[in-house]
């Protein structure tokens, strides 16, 4: 229950493409849903993050869809770029404790 | 350039060796953390020290101790470790826990022989 699942694993997509990175969690507790963007050698650093009470959160490129009745959120690209090349993680937090999901390698191919 | 400052950026030690990690940040925030990462992996928590005291530990080897000298800094002790001890070690800080976003220093990359 504590568990939140990530897919796909890895995902190439074209510049200009919108890539889509799906989250699903069972615990309803989970009140914090941020992503995480890594690249190679670097820390993770947040990109966006959402909370259970809104449905969609844009930050230039970046969009967080979230389905509460579902325990589903997204991560949408718009207008990729090969410099968005990194690794995605999603995660939820309820109280101290952030579970992670486990990471979508993206290429984006120029 | 990340405001969570680490070093060294690699360090390869021997089993019997004893080394530390250290860790810096001026952004004022109260929590800090020491993560592992394995290749293709996330992050997984170590410790988390709130106010300077130490409030979580998740079952880490007691070959990996940690240290909280003031707020700005976080140490990892590290003593006859193994290879699968072998990550890159990150840390963090955040403004609270739990709901603040994490800032991340750019991880120590540890080989041990």
């Known amino acids: 229950q504590q568990q939140v699942k990530q897919s796909p694993q890895s995902l190439i997509v074209q510049k200009g493409g919108i890539p889509i990175i799906n989250c699903a969690y069972e615990?309803?507790?989970?009140?914090?849903f941020p992503w995480y963007q890594q690249f190679p050698g670097k820390g993770p650093a947040l990109l966006i993050a959402i909370r259970p009470d809104v449905s969609e959160k844009k930050e230039g490129r970046f969009t967080i869809s979230f389905n509460k009745s579902a325990k589903q959120f997204s991560l949408h690209i718009m207008d990729s770029q090969p410099g968005d090349s990194a690794t995605y993680f999603c995660?939820?937090?309820?109280?101290?404790?952030?579970?992670w999901g486990a990471g979508t390698k993206l290429i984006i191919k120029p | 350039d990340t405001e969570v400052t680490q070093t060294p950026k690699h360090l390869v030690m021997g089993m019997t060796n004893k080394k530390s990690l250290k860790c810096e940040q001026h952004?004022?925030?109260?929590?800090m953390y020491w993560y592992k990462q394995k290749a293709k992996k996330p992050p997984e928590l170590m410790f988390v020290?709130?106010?300077?005291?130490?409030?979580i530990n998740e079952s880490v080897p007691s070959r990996f101790s940690p240290e909280c000298p003031n707020s700005s800094l976080l140490n990892l002790h590290l003593h006859a470790l193994q290879p699968e001890d072998s990550a890159l070690y990150l840390c963090?800080?955040?403004?609270?826990?739990?709901?603040?976003?994490?800032?991340f220093g750019n991880g120590t990359r540890l080989t041990v022989t």
């Open positions: 615990n309803t507790a989970f009140d914090y």
């Open positions: 020290y709130s106010y300077e005291k130490l409030s």
């Open positions: 995660a939820a937090s309820a109280h101290y404790q952030l579970i």
């Open positions: 952004m004022g925030h109260r929590a």
């Open positions: 963090a800080s955040s403004q609270g826990t739990g709901r603040s976003p994490l800032h």
